[in-house]
């Protein structure tokens, strides 16, 4: 009973260190998040195009969020300060 009780702790404590994100890395997420349900959202009104040209279109520009939103999470990974991340960065 000891055994189980003190491995329940330690997966449970590991599980906590896995999720000790920065906020530089919360906001890279978020970043990520936000572009993917854009994309997601173009992706189905290019499904409900009339036409092939249209949905051709659509699904360019959902390629192109989910370009942008990349770029934009990989560049607040890698210079975007720790700090004041709220204000706009």
Do not use: Y
Request: overall charge negative.
């Amino acid at each position: 009973m000891k055994f189980i009780t003190t491995a329940a702790i330690a997966l449970g404590l590991a599980g906590l260190s896995a999720c000790n994100n920065t906020p530089r890395e919360q906001k890279a997420d978020n970043i990520e998040a936000n572009a993917e349900a854009t994309a997601d959202n173009l992706d189905v009104a290019a499904d409900n195009a009339t036409t092939t040209a249209g949905e051709a279109a659509l699904d360019n520009q959902a390629a192109a969020v989910r370009n942008e939103g990349e770029a934009k999470a990989k560049d607040v990974r890698t210079n975007a300060p720790d700090t004041n991340l709220a204000n706009g960065m």
